[in-house]
């Protein structure tokens, strides 16, 4: 599995933008995807997942309300749309793909994801 993150760059704060993940390459079952972001001198933090089958969605206290995951079947593909960005949204967002929920069905933590992306970077200036 191959993950291709897109879609970052600089905003002022209050302004938008969405970010995309691509899924490539063979799978037997998905579970779940993700976004997670790491600001400079922190610990990667989760941001939104959502269930691909139920499209059960999970969001961090942080960023609810102003992002909205979503997929996307037809084209295999993973969005995070982000709205009323702060500042402390900076950070370099990582797409993350869990194959299945046989140990675990949780899309919270990040240990649970088998595949990551590059990651894209958000900056928002005040």
């Known amino acids: 599995v191959q993950l291709q993150a897109s879609g970052g760059g600089s905003v002022q704060a209050g302004e938008s933008l969405r970010l995309s993940c691509e899924t490539s390459?063979?799978?037997?079952?998905?579970?779940?995807m993700g976004w997670f972001r790491q600001a400079p001198g922190k610990e990667r933090e989760f941001v939104a997942a959502?269930?691909?089958?139920?499209?059960?969605?999970r969001y961090a206290n942080a960023v609810k309300g102003r992002f909205e995951i979503a997929r996307h079947d037809g084209k295999d593909l993973l969005t995070l749309q982000m709205n009323s960005l702060k500042p402390e949204d900076t950070a370099i967002y990582y797409c993350?793909?869990?194959?299945?929920?046989?140990?675990?069905?949780?899309?919270?933590?990040?240990?649970?994801?088998?595949?990551w992306g590059q990651g894209t970077l958000v900056t928002v200036s005040s």
């Open positions: 993350a793909f869990k194959s299945n929920s046989y140990y675990s069905d949780d899309i919270v933590r990040s240990t649970e994801y088998d595949y």
């Open positions: 959502i269930k691909w089958s139920y499209g059960t969605t």
């Open positions: 390459g063979q799978f037997s079952s998905r579970f779940a």
